[in-house]
């Protein structure tokens, strides 16, 4: 098991190796590369939320000079199949496959229904406006509780709801429901002294990257092709890409640019399929990027929900039952994350009486996909403003009501299993005692709390380390950096083999130049990955430790690896001078040739990060508008590797919770179509909309990784929703069960307490 | 023939399209791939470059300012400098700023980074001495990078970069002043091909349009472009010619007769903050202007085009509305009247301007006591956003009783308003309590708000209550308050 210990490289903040690209314009991203010959694609988007293609007719848009392809959905050799995709966001192949490109339905506006290739993206444009497409407009339904309605409009005719006994017979758009039970929730309900229940509401929300989706794709004549692309996961990519056109996966070849951004929303494929396919029409390498509108209208948002939570507390802070019901916007196509909503909402406590039902519900919206913590925050801002409000009505401190039924090590964890090591109740601790905390709230303001949960995930990653000639190294991996996972996987590097964070430089390889890797998602990367580069290192180590011994003439067990040197183990007899990498690398072509590591792993243990944050705001009461005045987020790490840039994610999470809190949402008029689709008018937060956030970062080390990484990435959006809403409900007296907390609905829940 | 310069290089155009942008332009033909694109449209700033224009007609060189190349057509930078981050510094030779961003850790996923790099600049380019570049605050750092949209650090980073390379610029400031004056191997105007024009003169330009076969000239007039752009970039129109305005001496100029302030129609919002900061100080319009947009947006947008776009949102009308004024206006055959502001405005977006008439010029009364205006925008974000609705109010007393009053909204109807009942009421009266109440009261009744994504029409009216009471009972106390949705604007 790791212990605390003092590290020489983990740890410390030294600067990124992509950091002078990035400053100078360098990094290449997604819609950068420009290759010889080049077209530029687009894509065609339904004007109707719900409708029936008819028929799609491209003849017009190819006669266009300039124009040199054109494809609509039957254009697509493969896909529709029936098998699960798997990874972050749940779903079939079928399903991906439409909503690359509709088939003979749309089922959200602005779903891909055709693309050209044409010389210039103007004369794409144009082009677009050729195509004929003749549809028969159908009912919307856009509300969870309309769509469940018997008498709702159908998204999947096919559509039977799964997980409820007995099968129901009739079709809905409940795709599936999830339920997680414990105990006796009515008994615990009677044990408490106190009931409450409340309905909660949070909005659609887009992760809001700031680089659209962008790739550049090209076919050659042999049937083997190259694509460019902004991905969290290239090999998934390759093989969701390789399926769709019924392609040989040998034969592609995708290369992960830089990416601007992803938080869960670029897992999916949407443009690659495409502009491959164009590129295979036209012979050209094809550039395909989004608009901002398109990347609102068509790319994943997460889940809007409508639920209800029921607590039930004694006295002395003891949740006796807590019961959640939520129902998930799935968008057009099934797949909202009502799993992990449902695993994660109780995480943090331990509860004798639970149960959780989390609904999958089509309606006419873009499908969602990931988003930091997919269901994470929905749920648990239920029950984190619940449980505030009950804190409230005993009079406890909400640090001591969440200590009295904090989980902790050997706490059986809602989903299952028994919790490992974990930092809850350090995380409590932490905030009880952290300076902003013990200050007075500010004249005026209130005070917000609440936790954060996230399971973290492991899965399959591989990498290689090769020592060039000077001792020099190269680790090679397969997980796009997102946040400054290159520079992690460098100092776990020096670590390990004990040579200088300077001398260490970590890439992202292709498809074809190293193995295979899930996606950057699930806060995995700097666990998973980080642990095959630890692993890589250590075959290294061992390779060295057997060279050594055969140029010393002793056993391989008689060297030791000591700080970056080979040395013989005490008391062995050898008049030598210890080797360092440098040396073995020099040497390397007398000891066996070139030293090079390599390791692939499906990591286990990956441990579960808690959080906790506070904020006080002010609220003023004529315009409704929130202003954040401090905001202090604290979060077990396991072990830091790289401080700065686990409070970049710390930071930038907050900021996006913050956002989704109180301003970020998405609005569809009757129709379905998005009212607000820029960023004018769907707002994430500029810098004076937010104080500095501060970080306190915890450190319980997860025994399961060599140097104690947790997962770090997706908790810290988590708690900001309850924490904000639990700020203003003190600072105002009024209780907002939904969100946004924007300043029209602010001004109309005080107007409504003050005629009430 | 080279036409502007791109970082310190004279670049040959070729041939271009009065609708091509500046973005694509830098990134499709010049393959300078660090300028990005994160929406087109004027709200991310991660296309922000830096553009030295030339030196204007009487041989001054403007100040180099930071601008949404996206937004931007090409043809606006003829004849510039433009530096883009590729220009800024490379690899061994890095600004401080880039320096700054990278060890204080301010670049995550790095799309937003060339834009942030780019106003950072900027703003240190505009600070007037090194001292006061030492002495900036984070509040400072924030105005300058109001514009420019992070979505992975939460900012504190980048504000640190901002405020750490303050410091190195300012101790060395000869070696980071970047752009240049473009120079001077610029060929005449009338000789190319092209279909952007430059007029230099108010005959040049009705004569420009005169010749121009369009019905309206609000559809080939282009100032700052930050409205008219959108029409290109979001709805991806074609513009077969353009007149760019900018460069016509008679619409830059701000000049003060014993009987009026005349505003230049293509005077743009910094200039305007700026004048009314230092040579005009007036409270009410700095602080509005300082929340108009982005720096990026104020440094192109002009007070003509946001009255001529016929916004009912926009944020000078009220203001002007309050301030009666006049506006000039010229047609292509050089002949010119007056209207009153208050008379402008016809309908959504319809004003009497004629199809081939221009805004030359806005006149503000000489005698106006720029201290008795008063006025609150109410935004969901305190920056980088438009105004859900705003009120202007210009209100005198003597002897406790008040002697002129003008209450002017946005956002709350058709096209901005003056509120003459509510006026009514206040006139000749003394503010108290109960008069306040009443042309709050009034207020509420009269407005018939819109409601949109921004707001809804209950809200719009509920806070423009709140601005008109507030603002009275400032003038009430003699104590100045803010409201803005943000407390300090
Ligand atoms: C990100 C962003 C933020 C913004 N924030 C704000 C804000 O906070 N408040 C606000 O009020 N506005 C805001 N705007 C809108 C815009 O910036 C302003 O309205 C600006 O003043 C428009 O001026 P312009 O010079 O850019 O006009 P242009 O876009 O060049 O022109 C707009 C229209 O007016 C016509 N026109 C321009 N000048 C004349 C003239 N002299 N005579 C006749 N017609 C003319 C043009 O033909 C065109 O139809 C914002 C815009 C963006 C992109
Ligand atoms: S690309 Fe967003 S402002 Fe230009
Ligand atoms: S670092 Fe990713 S958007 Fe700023």
Same mark, same amino acid.
């Given at each position: 098991?790791?212990?605390?210990?003092?590290?020489?490289?983990?740890?410390?903040?030294?600067?990124?190796?992509?950091?002078?690209?990035?400053?100078?314009?360098?990094?290449?991203?997604?819609?950068?590369?420009?290759?010889?010959?080049?077209?530029?694609?687009?894509?065609?988007?339904?004007?109707?939320?719900?409708?029936?293609?008819?028929?799609?007719?491209?003849?017009?848009?190819?006669?266009?000079?300039?124009? /040199?392809?054109?494809?609509?959905?039957?254009?697509?050799?493969?896909?529709?199949?029936?098998?699960?995709?798997?990874?972050?966001?749940?779903?079939?192949?079928?399903?991906?496959?439409?909503?690359?490109? #509709?088939?003979?339905?749309?089922?959200?506006?602005?779903?891909?229904?055709?693309?050209?290739?044409?010389?210039?993206?103007?004369?794409?444009? +144009?082009?677009?406006?050729?195509?004929?497409?003749?549809?028969?407009?159908?009912?919307?339904?856009?509300?969870?509780?309309? #769509?469940?309605?018997?008498?709702?409009?159908?998204?999947?005719?096919?559509?039977?709801?799964?997980?409820?006994?007995?099968?129901?017979?009739?079709?809905?758009?409940?795709?599936?429901?999830?339920?997680?039970?414990?105990?006796?929730?009515?008994?615990?309900?009677?044990?408490?002294?106190?009931?409450?229940?409340?309905?909660?509401?949070?909005?659609?929300? /887009?992760?809001?990257?700031?680089?659209? /989706?962008?790739?550049?794709?090209?076919? *050659?004549?042999?049937?083997?092709?190259?694509?460019?692309?902004?991905?969290?996961?290239?090999?998934?990519?390759?093989?969701?890409?390789?399926?769709?056109?019924?392609?040989?996966?040998?034969?592609?070849?995708?290369?992960?640019?830089?990416?601007?951004?992803?938080?869960?929303?670029?897992?999916?494929?949407?443009?690659?399929?495409?502009?491959?396919?164009?590129? +295979?029409?036209?012979?050209?390498?094809?550039?395909?990027?989004?608009?901002?509108?398109?990347?609102?209208?068509?790319?994943?948002?997460?889940?809007?929900?409508?639920?209800?939570?029921?607590?039930?507390?004694?006295?002395?802070?003891?949740?006796?039952?807590?019961?959640?019901?939520? &129902?998930?916007?799935?968008?057009?196509?099934?797949?909202?994350?009502?799993?992990?909503?449902?695993?994660?909402?109780?995480?943090?406590?331990?509860?004798?009486?639970?149960?959780?039902?989390?609904?999958?519900?089509?309606?006419?919206?873009?499908?969602?996909?990931?988003?930091?913590?997919?269901?994470?925050?929905?749920?648990?801002?239920?029950?984190?403003?619940?449980?505030?409000?009950?804190?409230?009505?005993?009079?406890?401190?909400?640090?001591?009501?969440? !200590?009295?039924?904090?989980?902790?090590?050997?706490?059986?964890?809602?989903?299952?299993?028994?919790?490992?090591?974990?930092?809850?109740?350090?995380?409590?601790?932490?905030?009880?005692?952290?300076?902003?905390?013990?200050?007075?709230?500010?004249?005026?303001?209130?005070?917000?709390?609440?936790?954060?949960?996230?399971?973290?995930?492991?899965?399959?990653?591989?990498?290689?380390? /090769?020592?060039?000639?000077?001792?020099?190294?190269?680790?090679?991996?397969?997980?796009?950096?997102?946040?400054?996972?290159?520079?992690?996987?460098?100092?776990?590097? &020096?670590?390990?083999?004990?040579?200088?964070?300077?001398?260490?430089?970590?890439?992202?390889?292709?498809?074809?130049?190293?193995?295979?890797?899930?996606?950057?998602?699930?806060?995995?990367?700097?666990?998973?990955?980080?642990?095959?580069?630890?692993?890589?290192?250590?075959?290294?180590?061992?390779?060295?430790?057997?060279?050594?011994?055969?140029?010393?003439?002793?056993?391989?067990?008689?060297?030791?690896?000591?700080?970056?040197?080979?040395?013989?183990?005490?008391?062995?007899?050898?008049?030598?001078?210890? !080797?360092?990498?440098?040396?073995?690398?020099?040497?390397?072509?007398?000891?066996?040739?070139?030293?090079?590591?390599?390791?692939?792993?499906?990591?286990?243990?990956?441990?579960?990060?808690?959080?906790?944050?506070?904020?006080?705001?002010?609220?003023?009461?004529?315009?409704?508008?929130?202003?954040?005045?401090?905001?202090?987020?604290?979060?077990?790490?396991?072990?830091?590797?790289?401080?700065?840039?686990?409070?970049?994610?710390?930071?930038?999470?907050?900021?996006?919770?913050?956002?989704?809190?109180?301003?970020?949402?998405?609005?569809?008029?009757?129709?379905?179509?998005?009212?607000?689709?820029?960023?004018?008018?769907?707002?994430?937060?500029?810098?004076?909309?937010?104080?500095?956030?501060?970080?306190?970062?915890?450190?319980?080390? *997860?025994?399961?990784?060599?140097?104690?990484?947790?997962?770090?990435?997706?908790?810290?959006?988590?708690?900001?929703?309850?924490?904000?809403? *639990?700020?203003?409900?003190? &600072?105002?007296?009024?209780?907002?069960?939904?969100?946004?907390?924007?300043?029209?609905?602010?001004?109309? #829940?005080?107007?409504?307490?003050?005629?009430? | 023939?080279?036409?502007?310069?791109?970082?310190?290089?004279?670049?040959?155009?070729?041939?271009?399209?009065?609708?091509?942008?500046?973005?694509?332009?830098?990134?499709?033909?010049?393959?300078?791939?660090?300028?990005?694109?994160?929406?087109?449209?004027?709200?991310?700033?991660? =296309?922000?470059?830096?553009?030295?224009?030339?030196?204007?007609?009487?041989?001054?060189?403007?100040? %180099?300012?930071?601008?949404?190349? =996206?937004? $931007?057509?090409?043809?606006?930078?003829?004849?510039?400098?433009?530096?883009?981050?590729?220009?800024?510094?490379?690899?061994?030779?890095?600004?401080?700023?880039?320096?700054?961003?990278?060890?204080?850790?301010?670049?995550?996923?790095?799309? =937003?980074? %060339?834009?942030?790099?780019?106003?950072?600049?900027?703003?240190?380019?505009?600070?007037?001495?090194?001292?006061?570049?030492?002495?900036?605050?984070?509040?400072?750092?924030?105005?300058?990078?109001?514009?420019?949209?992070?979505?992975?650090?939460?900012?504190?980073?980048?504000?640190?970069?901002?405020?750490?390379?303050?410091?190195?610029?300012?101790?060395?400031?000869?070696?980071?002043?970047?752009?240049?004056?473009?120079?001077?191997?610029?060929?005449?105007?009338?000789?190319?091909?092209?279909?952007?024009?430059?007029?230099?003169?108010?005959?040049?330009?009705?004569?420009?349009?005169?010749?121009? %076969?369009?019905?309206?000239?609000?559809?080939?007039?282009?100032?700052?472009?930050?409205?008219?752009?959108?029409?290109?970039?979001?709805?991806?129109?074609?513009?077969?010619?353009?007149?760019?305005?900018?460069?016509?001496?008679?619409?830059?100029?701000?000049?003060?007769?014993?009987?009026?302030?005349?505003?230049?129609?293509?005077?743009?919002?910094?200039?305007?903050?700026?004048?009314?900061?230092?040579?005009?100080?007036?409270?009410?319009?700095?602080?509005?202007?300082?929340?108009?947009?982005?720096?990026?947006?104020?440094?192109?947008? $002009?007070?003509?085009?946001?009255?001529?776009?016929?916004?009912?949102?926009?944020?000078?009308?009220?203001?002007?509305?309050?301030?009666?004024?006049?506006?000039?206006?010229?047609?292509?055959?050089?002949?010119?009247?007056?209207?009153?502001?208050?008379?402008?405005?016809?309908?959504?977006?319809?004003?009497?301007?004629?199809?081939?008439?221009?805004?030359?010029?806005?006149?503000?009364?000489?005698?106006?006591?720029?201290?008795?205006?008063?006025?609150?925008?109410?935004?969901?974000?305190?920056?980088?956003?438009?105004?859900?609705?705003?009120?202007?109010?210009?209100?005198?007393?003597?002897?406790?009783?008040?002697?002129?009053?003008?209450?002017?909204?946005?956002?709350?109807?058709?096209?901005?308003?003056?509120?003459?009942?509510?006026?009514?009421?206040?006139?000749?009266?003394?503010?108290?309590?109960?008069?306040?109440?009443?042309? =709050?009261?009034?207020?509420?009744?009269?407005?018939?708000?819109?409601?949109?994504?921004?707001?809804?029409?209950?809200?719009?009216?509920?806070?423009?209550?709140?601005?008109?009471?507030?603002?009275?009972?400032?003038?009430?106390?003699?104590?100045?308050?803010?409201?803005?949705?943000?407390?300090?604007?």
């Amino acid at each position: 098991m790791a212990e605390a210990v003092d590290y020489k490289y983990i740890g410390t903040r030294p600067v990124r190796p992509d950091g002078v690209d990035k400053v100078t314009g360098r990094a290449q991203y997604g819609a950068d590369p420009i290759l010889p010959g080049m077209i530029h694609g687009r894509i065609l988007r339904s004007p109707h939320a719900h409708a029936m293609i008819k028929s799609v007719n491209l003849s017009r848009a190819l006669e266009l000079p300039g124009v /040199h392809a054109a494809l609509s959905g039957a254009d697509f050799p493969g896909g529709i199949g029936d098998e699960a995709i798997g990874g972050e966001s749940g779903g079939t192949m079928s399903d991906l496959a439409k909503n690359v490109m #509709a088939r003979d339905k749309v089922v959200y506006h602005g779903q891909a229904v055709a693309a050209v290739a044409a010389q210039t993206p103007q004369l794409a444009l +144009q082009a677009l406006k050729l195509i004929e497409v003749e549809y028969e407009v159908l009912p919307v339904v856009l509300d969870v509780r309309a #769509a469940m309605q018997e008498s709702a409009p159908l998204l999947d005719p096919t559509c039977i709801t799964k997980g409820v006994k007995p099968e129901p017979e009739k079709p809905s758009n409940v795709v599936s429901v999830t339920t997680f039970n414990r105990g006796d929730v009515d008994e615990g309900f009677e044990q408490a002294d106190l009931v409450l229940e409340r309905e909660y509401i949070v909005p659609m929300a /887009h992760q809001g990257y700031i680089e659209p /989706h962008g790739c550049v794709a090209q076919a *050659n004549e042999g049937g083997a092709a190259t694509v460019w692309c902004s991905t969290q996961g290239h090999f998934e990519f390759r093989a969701a890409t390789s399926k769709l056109l019924g392609m040989n996966m040998a034969d592609l070849k995708f290369i992960a640019t830089e990416i601007g951004g992803g938080f869960g929303g670029k897992t999916v494929v949407y443009l690659e399929p495409v502009a491959l396919l164009l590129s +295979q029409k036209s012979g050209k390498p094809v550039k395909m990027q989004m608009s901002r509108e398109e990347v609102f209208r068509a790319t994943g948002p997460t889940s809007g929900t409508y639920g209800t939570a029921k607590i039930g507390v004694k006295k002395d802070g003891t949740i006796t039952a807590a019961k959640i019901w939520m &129902a998930f916007e799935a968008g057009g196509f099934a797949g909202a994350p009502t799993g992990p909503a449902a695993m994660a909402v109780f995480s943090p406590y331990t509860i004798e009486n639970f149960k959780v039902e989390t609904l999958d519900v089509l309606v006419n919206k873009p499908k969602v996909a990931a988003y930091r913590a997919p269901g994470a925050p929905q749920s648990m801002h239920a029950f984190e403003s619940i449980l505030d409000e009950a804190a409230d009505e005993l009079g406890i401190d909400p640090i001591d009501i969440r !200590l009295t039924n904090a989980a902790s090590e050997g706490t059986t964890a809602p989903y299952g299993p028994k919790f490992p090591t974990i930092g809850f109740v350090e995380c409590l601790e932490a905030a009880k005692n952290h300076p902003s905390y013990k200050a007075p709230v500010p004249e005026g303001a209130g005070r917000g709390l609440a936790a954060g949960f996230w399971f973290n995930v492991g899965m399959q990653s591989s990498a290689e380390v /090769h020592v060039a000639e000077n001792g020099t190294v190269t680790v090679v991996e397969g997980s796009p950096d997102i946040g400054g996972s290159r520079a992690s996987m460098c100092l776990m590097a &020096a670590e390990t083999l004990g040579v200088e964070y300077e001398s260490i430089r970590a890439v992202v390889g292709d498809t074809q130049s190293t193995g295979f890797s899930n996606v950057t998602g699930g806060s995995r990367t700097t666990f998973a990955t980080g642990m095959a580069v630890v692993q890589a290192c250590e075959d290294i180590i061992t390779q060295c430790k057997s060279r050594a011994a055969a140029t010393w003439g002793v056993d391989d067990d008689q060297v030791e690896w000591e700080d970056g040197h080979c040395v013989p183990k005490p008391g062995v007899n050898a008049e030598v001078k210890p !080797l360092s990498l440098a040396d073995m690398a020099a040497a390397a072509a007398k000891t066996g040739g070139p030293i090079s590591g390599r390791a692939s792993l499906n990591a286990q243990g990956a441990g579960a990060s808690f959080s906790v944050n506070f904020t006080d705001v002010a609220v003023d009461p004529d315009t409704g508008h929130v202003e954040v005045l401090n905001f202090t987020a604290i979060q077990d790490a396991g072990k830091a590797i790289h401080p700065a840039y686990v409070e970049g994610q710390m930071q930038g999470g907050a900021a996006q919770g913050i956002g989704w809190a109180l301003n970020e949402e998405y609005i569809f008029n009757d129709d379905g179509v998005m009212q607000n689709a820029g960023f004018l008018d769907y707002r994430i937060p500029v810098a004076s909309d937010l104080p500095m956030i501060d970080c306190e970062i915890v450190e319980v080390p *997860n025994p399961s990784h060599p140097y104690g990484v947790r997962g770090v990435g997706e908790t810290p959006i988590i708690a900001p929703l309850a924490a904000i809403g *639990n700020a203003v409900a003190h &600072a105002t007296g009024v209780r907002i069960n939904e969100l946004p907390l924007s300043p029209p609905r602010i001004v109309a #829940a005080l107007d409504a307490a003050h005629k009430a | 023939m080279a036409r502007l310069q791109i970082n310190r290089q004279p670049v040959d155009i070729g041939n271009f399209a009065p609708h091509d942008s500046l973005l694509n332009f830098l990134r499709d033909t010049q393959g300078l791939t660090g300028t990005k694109e994160g929406c087109g449209s004027g709200d991310c700033g991660a =296309c922000t470059v830096i553009v030295q224009p030339p030196a204007d007609a009487k041989g001054q060189l403007p100040a %180099p300012i930071n601008l949404n190349s =996206c937004i $931007t057509p090409l043809g606006a930078v003829l004849d510039c400098h433009v530096l883009t981050i590729e220009g800024v510094g490379q690899p061994g030779n890095l600004h401080p700023v880039q320096d700054a961003m990278i060890t204080e850790h301010a670049s995550q996923c790095g799309f =937003c980074t %060339p834009g942030f790099v780019m106003s950072l600049v900027a703003n240190q380019l505009r600070v007037e001495s090194p001292a006061a570049l030492k002495a900036q605050t984070r509040g400072n750092a924030i105005e300058a990078i109001s514009g420019n949209l992070c979505r992975c650090t939460g900012y504190r980073p980048i504000l640190a970069a901002a405020l750490a390379s303050n410091q190195t610029v300012a101790a060395n400031p000869v070696a980071f002043f970047i752009p240049e004056a473009p120079q001077n191997t610029v060929a005449p105007i009338t000789s190319t091909p092209h279909q952007y024009h430059h007029p230099t003169s108010l005959p040049a330009l009705a004569q420009r349009l005169k010749e121009q %076969p369009t019905t309206a000239a609000t559809d080939i007039l282009l100032a700052g472009t930050t409205d008219a752009w959108l029409n290109v970039t979001q709805r991806y129109t074609a513009l077969p010619s353009a007149i760019d305005i900018t460069r016509v001496p008679e619409l830059r100029s701000i000049d003060a007769t014993d009987k009026t302030l005349t505003i230049g129609a293509a005077v743009t919002h910094t200039e305007l903050l700026q004048f009314f900061d230092t040579t005009t100080p007036c409270p009410a319009i700095v602080a509005i202007l300082r929340r108009f947009g982005s720096p990026q947006v104020r440094n192109r947008g $002009t007070i003509g085009g946001n009255i001529a776009n016929a916004s009912p949102i926009a944020d000078w009308p009220p203001l002007l509305l309050a301030l009666n004024a006049t506006l000039n206006l010229m047609n292509a055959e050089g002949v010119t009247r007056r209207v009153e502001l208050s008379d402008y405005y016809l309908g959504y977006r319809q004003t009497v301007l004629g199809a081939d008439e221009f805004l030359v010029s806005v006149d503000v009364p000489a005698d106006t006591n720029w201290q008795a205006l008063i006025a609150h925008k109410i935004s969901k974000r305190i920056e980088d956003d438009i105004s859900s609705t705003m009120g202007a109010i210009y209100l005198q007393q003597d002897k406790q009783l008040v002697t002129t009053c003008r209450i002017a909204f946005g956002g709350v109807a058709a096209t901005p308003i003056r509120l003459t009942d509510v006026e009514a009421l206040l006139l000749g009266q003394p503010l108290v309590a109960a008069n306040i109440d009443r042309a =709050c009261d009034a207020l509420g009744q009269t407005l018939q708000p819109i409601s949109d994504v921004r707001a809804s029409a209950n809200y719009r009216r509920s806070a423009s209550i709140a601005v008109l009471r507030k603002a009275l009972e400032e003038l009430a106390s003699g104590d100045r308050q803010t409201l803005t949705a943000g407390a300090h604007a």
